[in-house]
């Protein structure tokens, strides 16, 4: 057989092996950011699925924030070392402690009401803890003290110490530039790689119309500018950052609005889940898995979500 009919030559027989799930072939991070309603959460998740990551491997910062003011409500160690090693506890005044700033305080003030009814009484304005802040905010999904969700990371990474020893996802962290900075240098410091950073993308309008489906009560349109120019201002600048630090090649720049239609009696419809499926191709292609696995996965993703 000659060298050209060698290139060319292409079995005549299909192939007889499936694949299920892939692994890594390394540990480390694999970090997930984009705008808010870009579908971080619902990629992670399959991705866990797909890639043989345990779904206690996938830290979400909004499950993170839960499981410390949850930790601090019902473990009193773990309170006390989040107040000896972290300056948080639920006596230290957030109008008067090391986070206290006039925006701080101008903020939380402005969600007095918002406070006076989820925690059922009426002296907030004077006196707010910081747990009962980091509480309010994860359950409002309003944004922590910067400070705080540096620390929780770093604590949840290294006191977790199988992550350090298998491959995780860290889903909608960092968003800002000092975050960035802060967790990379972290991670260095540890001897744990990022493998890969995915920035979901989605329009303006996109993000508004997905986040008013969910039919969220802090979902006014006011709140989702102010969500995308947050997003503008400082998550896009942290990925330029770690762009600037891991190299172009560890960005993967991935359209998170792939929508597929199907015709129905009553019309055109969303399939929500194929294209979900299309984003996770997306980021599966970019992780470096082959196309032709790539389809056997979807195509069990698929199965299994019906």
């Given amino acids: 057989m000659s060298r050209q009919n060698q290139e060319t030559y292409t079995p005549e027989f299909p192939s007889l092996v499936r694949v299920h799930k892939v692994k890594m072939r390394r540990p480390g991070a694999i970090i997930l950011t984009g705008p808010s309603s870009c579908g971080k959460g619902e990629v992670a998740t399959a991705l866990c699925r797909l890639m043989s990551i345990r779904p206690e491997a996938h830290l979400s910062m909004g499950e993170i924030l839960r499981s410390t003011f949850g930790q601090a409500r019902s473990n009193p160690e773990y309170a006390t070392l989040l107040k000896d090693r972290y300056q948080i506890s639920a006596t230290n005044n957030i109008f008067d402690c090391v986070d206290t700033s006039p925006e701080l305080t101008r903020k939380v003030k402005s969600y007095s009401k918002g406070l006076k009814e989820y925690f059922k009484r009426d002296n907030v304005e004077t006196f707010t803890s910081q747990l009962e802040w980091l509480e309010f905010c994860t359950m409002n999904g309003l944004l922590v003290p910067n400070r705080w969700t540096q620390d929780f990371i770093a604590a949840h990474i290294e006191h977790t110490q199988s992550q350090q020893h298998e491959a995780f996802i860290l889903d909608g962290y960092p968003r800002t530039e000092t975050a960035a900075k802060h967790l990379l240098e972290f991670l ?100 470096g898995v082959p196309r032709v696995v790539i389809k056997d996965l979807i195509e069990d993703l698929l199965h299994q979500q019906k």
Avoid at 199 to 211: G, K, P, V
Avoid at 240 to 264: C, N, R, W
């Fill in 188 to 287: 260095d410091r540890l001897k744990i790689p990022v493998l890969k950073v995915l920035h979901l993308s989605i329009s303006r309008q996109e993000m508004i119309a997905r986040a008013q489906g969910r039919g969220r009560a802090d979902d006014d349109e006011a709140s989702l500018l102010s969500r995308f120019q947050f997003y503008i201002e400082n998550v896009q600048p942290s990925v330029d950052y770690m762009k600037t630090v891991l190299g172009s090649s560890a960005i993967a720049l991935i359209d998170a609005h792939q929508p597929v239609f199907e015709e129905t009696a009553k019309g055109k419809k969303l399939n929500l889940q194929a294209s979900i499926a299309n984003v996770v191709s997306s980021s599966l292609r970019n992780i």
